[in-house]
């Protein structure tokens, strides 16, 4: 029975491997038109409008980043702007630290010189005063102790004030001529 199986079936047309059967193709057909029009009419709108979101969120992205780009650099700007301008200042500041600083050392050496001045003629002045204090108070010791003297050469007591005085002022008088004499030598 193979035998006659094998030859039954060389008899009969062997169907072609790459045409398939009138039915497969209508049937596939059908199913192919139905995908393609869930497709159509379901899943492209959706797919389109959440590529359609994506692209304005990308947008949307790039136009914030270019915005946030442009207030950075207009930060930096004015950022650099005050920067100069206080370095600028600074500078202006220290300068007129440094001119303050030379009329304060300015005023301080005039007040010095003056202070100075001051004392230096207070000193003359008290050491004036002190010497005419001397001068009187050693008048007075030397006119007494001139008239013990002349007394005791005399062998007589000085005793009138006026006469006392007149040979105290002469006796003075010699005294400084001859130190001034000396001094001019």
């Not at 139905?34 to 709108?45: E, G, N, Q, R, Y």
Request: proline share 3%; with cysteine.
């Amino acid at each position: 029975m193979l035998p006659a199986l094998v030859t039954l079936a060389a008899e009969e047309e062997t169907p072609n491997p790459l045409l398939p059967e009138v039915y497969d193709l209508v049937w596939g057909a059908l199913c192919f038109v139905a995908i393609l029009f869930v497709f159509w009419k379901f899943v492209l709108p959706r797919m389109q409008d959440m590529l359609d979101q994506r692209a304005a969120a990308i947008e949307g992205n790039i136009e914030k980043a270019d915005e946030a780009q442009r207030q950075a650099e207009a930060a930096l700007e004015e950022y650099t702007a005050q920067l100069a301008e206080a370095r600028k200042e600074a500078g202006e500041i220290r300068e007129n630290a440094r001119e303050d600083a030379k009329k304060i050392v300015a005023e301080a050496k005039e007040n010095a010189v003056v202070e100075a001045s001051r004392v230096t003629s207070a000193a003359h002045a008290q050491i004036e005063a002190e010497r005419q204090t001397a001068l009187v108070s050693l008048r007075g010791e030397v006119g007494s102790l001139a008239l013990d003297l002349a007394g005791g050469v005399i062998g007589e007591t000085l005793s009138d004030d006026a006469k006392a005085q007149a040979v105290v002022d002469r006796f003075l008088a010699d005294l400084e001529a001859s130190e001034s004499q000396k001094a001019a030598q």
